[in-house]
């Protein structure tokens, strides 16, 4: 133990001595999670709308009022479908809205109509999103004949805010590729100063040294969690914390030890820093597609839905969501917990071993 401290330390001290690699985790950690939870919005702002009246009616008037900052930018007539459409091909619109002549007359008189919305799909999300809220605007303007009210409760984000998701996303990201990289780069940089040979004679075995790195690693990514989502993800976004700290805290221990059994073998296989960099591109992508971070899991295709099984990060990711947002118990994380303590094992012993046979 006396030596596996030495070594812990030692490394704890590179660390701290390296005044970039510090800077790079604490901007990854703390300012990159900030700038991705305020500055991505996945909900509309200022888009831009055009619209032709061929009704020259009041009701179109009244549904382009509501039309407003921050969501919206002031509507901007055109006088014909084809000026709107080109307007859309010059990216000077991103929605267009075409009432038809006897737009208000058909919903006075048959209590129906149609409006005709011309969409910029080059711009998906904000697009659909878009769509979605003229939808809510223009159904306040219909009857409601059904005898029936629809009333939506929002679950575990009663303000709709997307602030904490993202930042929270942003979180794992940054844990998932730091994670691998340190991990790596901790030995990557003996073969690099050429103080490799110089601690293979080293009167030590060789599987505390390797322990010792590695632990040493997980520790940093540990603090760099935990002052990311301390000061940034809880504090500034004010994101609730429903579920036991204990919880997250334990299933970001297990991510962040697969993550250095990733990176075990990345640096068992690489020969400097550009090389560990592309490799864990080469690993982490697939990893990210398959844990449901970009697609969700079930729109997958079947095959890549049983394959998605064995990414670690789709566990921590649904299982870290859950603790924060959900407030799940304990023993309902067990399906996270178990296989994601399965697949860190084998990734940590695999890498473990590969990396030995270099001593």
């Known amino acids: 133990m006396r030596i596996f401290g030495t070594v812990f330390f030692k490394e704890l001290l590179i660390f701290l001595r390296s005044i970039g690699l510090v800077a790079v985790v604490l901007y990854s950690f703390t300012i990159d999670v900030y700038i991705a939870g305020e500055g991505i919005e996945v909900k509309p702002k200022n888009v831009s709308v055009g619209y032709v009246d061929y009704s020259n009616s009041i009701l179109p008037q009244k549904i382009l009022s509501h039309l407003h900052p921050p969501e919206f930018k002031k509507p901007k007539p055109f006088t014909s479908q084809k000026e709107l459409s080109q307007a859309i091909f010059n990216k000077e619109i991103l929605v267009g809205l075409v009432f038809e002549s006897d737009f ?16 910029d799909s080059t711009a998906a999300a904000q697009s659909y999103i878009t769509l979605y809220y003229l939808q809510n605007i223009v159904m306040r303007f219909v009857p409601q004949k059904e005898g029936f009210e ?3 409760h929002k679950l575990f984000n009663q303000n709709a805010d997307t602030h904490m998701f993202i930042s929270f996303s942003e979180f794992i990201s940054v844990l998932t590729l730091i994670g691998v990289i340190l991990s790596a780069a901790v030995f990557v940089k003996e073969k690099e100063e050429g103080t490799w040979d110089i601690m293979l004679l080293m009167p030590v075995d ?9 632990f040493s690693q997980v520790f940093i990514i540990i603090c760099a969690s935990i002052l990311s989502m301390g000061y ?49 591109i080469l690993i982490m992508m697939p990893l990210i597609f398959l844990s449901g971070a970009w697609t969700p899991i079930y729109s997958m295709h079947p095959l890549l839905q049983k394959l998605s099984l064995l990414s670690p990060l789709r566990y921590y990711i649904e299982g870290s969501e859950s603790v924060v947002f959900r407030g799940t118990a304990t023993v309902d ?23 030995g046979r270099l001593f």
């Open 104 to 119: 208000e007359k058909s919903l006075l008189t048959d209590g129906k109509t149609k409006l005709n919305i011309l969409l």
């Open 150 to 152: 629809l009333k939506t």
């Open 206 to 214: 060789s599987k505390i040294i390797i322990l010792a790195k590695a």
């Open 333 to 355: 994380l067990l399906q996270y917990y178990i296989p994601l303590a399965i697949i860190g094992t084998a990734l940590f012993i695999f890498g473990f071993k590969k990396i």
């Open 232 to 280: 940034v993800v809880l504090t500034i976004f004010n994101t609730p914390f429903n579920g036991s700290f204990l919880d997250f805290f334990m299933l970001t221990l297990l991510y962040s030890l697969t993550l250095a059994g990733i990176g075990l073998f990345i640096a068992s296989v690489s020969k400097d820093i550009m090389q560990v960099a592309q490799i864990s």
